[in-house]
């Protein structure tokens, strides 16, 4: 009577672990790819990834970024790519992202076109919590920038930036940001130096699709040819979301978004830089 039983619950079993593993087998693996991803979005906060600053969110986007900006001397340069590309989100905590060049172009003749630095980058998501649990998240980000760059188009050295990024939601329709981060070349620092940028923002979300951002970027120079320096931009920005009737914050949507960085400090490297962007989050 005994070993029936034992047969029988291990029949049970076997049935059990045959049905769960047709259902898997049955999903696609894009279908897989989105569930895990629907369940790391839901531990977080709904916000719309920034402009210029880093977001601390874990995002699935492919993103294209283009920039137009005036040097102090009044010269044109455009950025296509912007330092942006792809993001993934790995396990339960970690988001890998790979930035390929950008193609820089000068209207100059002094400086020729070329591409920029390679870049890749980790993000760890230390702790957060959803509209339902507190509509906050505080995250640690670790980039390194390759000096692949032609024609001057880049970085001396390769490059490490830590990150320390953080936001929490007010309400439905507002939340704030802020991010402190460092550069750190590898080599040549009496030439290229070291910097320190914090950034933050107010984010307002009033219509399903449309939110609107105002950034503070200011960068701290440390050694190099800006050493004892600071410069500062207030840039607006604003996004309109594309999305589905019934769309819920894990599902895949498109936006596209616009802002300029205005320096209102007296030393700047750059100004009245327009940045467009184009985001597919997945």
Do not use: C
């Not at 044109?76 to 950008?102: E, K, L």
Request: glycine letters at 8%; a positive charge; proline letters at 4%.
């Amino acid at each position: 009577m005994k070993r029936l039983w034992h047969l029988r619950s291990l029949i049970l079993v076997v049935a059990f672990a045959s049905g769960s593993f047709a259902a898997y087998a049955q999903e696609t693996f894009y279908e897989r790819f989105r569930a895990h991803n629907q369940d790391m979005t839901a531990l977080q906060p709904y916000f719309i990834t920034p402009l210029v600053e880093a977001d601390p969110r874990l995002v699935q986007v492919v993103r294209a970024t283009f920039s137009n900006q005036y040097t102090a001397a009044g010269t044109q340069t455009v950025n296509y790519g912007n330092s942006h590309g792809i993001s993934i989100i790995a396990f339960d905590r970690f988001q890998f992202d790979v930035t390929p060049p950008s193609y820089i172009q000068h209207n100059l003749e002094t400086a020729r076109d070329g591409l920029s630095d390679t870049a890749v980058q980790g993000k760890y998501r230390i702790v957060s919590g959803n509209a339902e649990r507190g509509n906050y998240i505080f995250t640690a980000i670790l980039a390194h920038t390759f000096a692949t760059g032609t024609y001057k188009n880049g970085a001396l050295t390769d490059t490490w930036t830590p990150t320390l990024a953080g936001g929490i939601g007010l309400g439905r329709a507002l939340d704030v940001e802020s991010s402190l981060s460092g550069t750190l070349p590898t080599g040549r620092i009496a030439v290229q130096g070291r910097s320190i940028g914090w950034d933050s923002l107010i984010q307002a979300h009033f219509n399903p699709h449309v939110w609107l951002e105002l950034e503070n970027n200011a960068s701290f120079y440390f050694g190099g040819s800006h050493d004892g320096k600071m410069q500062n931009f207030v840039t607006p920005g604003a996004y309109y979301v594309i999305r589905r009737k019934n769309w819920k914050p894990t599902h895949a949507y498109i936006s596209v978004g616009a802002g300029m960085q205005i320096a209102t400090s007296g030393f700047h490297t750059y100004n009245h830089n327009l940045i467009t962007d184009l985001r597919i989050l997945y």
